[in-house]
């Protein structure tokens, strides 16, 4: 059972360069995350999809969209990367319905990424 | 703004030894917390939750406590062992929501 599987592992990207993030979790949970982590800051939610066919934004959106192409995958791109992007990555899902008590989260192994 | 801060950023105990981290949340509306592990290169993993009906819950080896009274949380470790060593984030949310807020985190080192 893999869980939550997130690629790329590494990336750098110059200034202005485009990429897209993919995740997808084999667990049949409705909702995903995807998060940003910087040194001494947490986790900070960047969007989510509260279930297929739905997508919000988090607390930084900026730079980013997001794509929920089906219950399994859920992709972030970042339309012309910039330095303050440079962070590391988790996607996250969760059985959450949104009236449920089922919030725990489960993560995937992270994408480090580089602006240069 | 809602946030979830840590009152330390590092702890340092004995092999062996109990281990206790805090964490003080601002949010009253929360009424989930969780706490999660994150060893390095991986993802957070889940540890313990408790809800806000609740003063104490107990796992293995792990106990949460929930003060409503003063926003306070805390998670102990009992006989702390090497492979405990991790940063250690405590979390909030409320039903409902779809956010889940993080602390900054504490790092845990464990001296054998």
């Known amino acids: 059972n893999a869980g939550v599987t997130q690629t790329p592992k590494f990336q750098v990207l110059k200034t202005g360069q485009s990429m897209t993030l993919q995740c997808a979790q084999d667990?049949?949970?409705?909702?995903m995350y995807w998060y940003r982590q910087d040194p001494g800051m947490g986790l900070r939610l960047i969007y989510y999809?509260?279930?297929?066919?739905?997508?919000d934004k988090g607390e930084v959106p900026n730079g980013y969209n997001v794509s929920r192409l089906n219950k399994r995958e859920f992709s972030l791109r970042l339309e012309s990367a910039a330095p303050s992007q440079t962070s590391v990555y988790f996607c996250?899902?969760?059985?959450?319905?949104?009236?449920?008590?089922?919030?725990?989260?489960?993560f995937g192994s992270g994408t480090q990424l580089s602006v240069l | 703004g809602e946030s979830v801060g840590l009152h330390l950023p590092t702890l340092s105990v004995q092999e062996g030894d109990n281990s206790i981290i805090n964490c003080a949340y601002s949010?009253?509306?929360?009424?989930?917390f969780i706490w999660y592990k994150q060893e390095s290169g991986k993802g957070p993993q889940f540890i313990i939750d408790?809800?806000?009906?609740?003063d104490k819950r107990q796992g293995q080896r792990v106990t949460v406590l929930l003060n409503k009274t003063v926003k306070h949380l805390s998670l102990q470790i009992a006989a702390t062992q090497p492979g405990d060593s991790a940063v250690y984030f405590c979390?909030?949310?409320?039903?409902?929501?779809?956010?889940?807020?993080f602390g900054a985190g504490t790092r845990l080192f464990v001296k054998a």
């Open positions: 996250a899902s969760s059985e959450r319905t949104g009236g449920s008590a089922n919030e725990k989260l489960f």
């Open positions: 667990m049949n949970h409705n909702s």
């Open positions: 999809s509260a279930s297929e066919g739905t997508t």
């Open positions: 949010n009253s509306a929360s009424d989930y």
């Open positions: 408790i809800r806000s009906n609740m």
């Open positions: 979390a909030e949310t409320h039903t409902g929501g779809f956010k889940t807020i």
